[in-house]
């Protein structure tokens, strides 16, 4: 079992923006099933997600997209030390300049895990780099409850939530696209591409 507290990095952030335990099973369950070959990762944070992905499919390699250095640094320290020499890309860019200057790439299985707020305009490209058969998974699109409230939106989180908002509905509107949002930890959508 990945133990995250092992990872370089871990201890340094107060605050650890890494997958929750349900959504992990989740994720962890798709790729054992579906067995991706080819997986794009947006957030990779120190890699542990990554990790989970790798372990939990022998035959996969995954581009990882991180827009901090210091955190791309700690990913590929982490990912090498958990064995996955060879199998894996960390790319330290804006997730949107990578995506816009890769749309041609295509992928099995794409975990949506970096800005929330930015998910809708990510949705085009990474509709055209999914394979058919292939499996879009977006993390934390619940925003704690706030996506679904039918509550007025304090002004801090509006901007954001509407976003969440906007990039769920242009999943629910895409024919091509069967989706389900697990009402589990902030949220989790998964996907499939006909
Ligand atoms: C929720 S964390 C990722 C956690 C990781 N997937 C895991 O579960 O182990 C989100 C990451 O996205 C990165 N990020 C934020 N904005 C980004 C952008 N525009 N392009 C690429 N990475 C970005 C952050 O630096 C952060 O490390």
Do not use: W
Not at 49 to 58: E, G, Q, R, Y
Not at 111 to 132: I, R
Request: net charge neutral; hydrophobic share 40%; aromatic share 10%.
């Amino acid at each position: 079992m990945l133990n995250k507290e092992d990872f370089v990095g871990f201890e340094s952030h107060e605050y650890r923006p890494i997958i929750r335990s349900q959504s992990m099973k989740i994720l962890q369950q798709l790729v054992k099933e579906r067995k991706p070959k080819n997986i794009l990762e947006i957030g990779t944070f120190i890699g542990y997600s990554a990790s989970v992905m790798l372990d939990a499919n022998k035959d996969a390699y995954i581009i990882s997209l991180e827009k901090d250095k210091q955190n791309a640094v700690d990913a590929i320290k982490n990912l090498k030390e958990q064995g996955f020499t060879g199998r894996f890309e960390v790319v330290n860019c804006d997730a949107f300049d990578y995506l816009q200057e890769n749309s041609l790439n295509q992928f099995d299985l794409i975990f949506l895990d970096g800005p929330k707020g930015q998910y809708y305009k990510y949705f085009p490209y990474l509709k055209k780099m999914l394979k058919s058969g292939g499996v879009l998974v977006a993390d934390d699109v619940l925003f704690y409850g706030l996506v679904e409230s039918k509550e007025k939106i304090e002004h801090k989180h509006r901007s954001l939530v509407n976003n969440l908002r906007k990039f769920l509905a242009l999943l629910n509107d895409d024919n091509e696209f069967e989706t389900v949002v697990h009402h589990i930890d902030n949220g989790m959508s998964v996907s499939v591409k006909k």
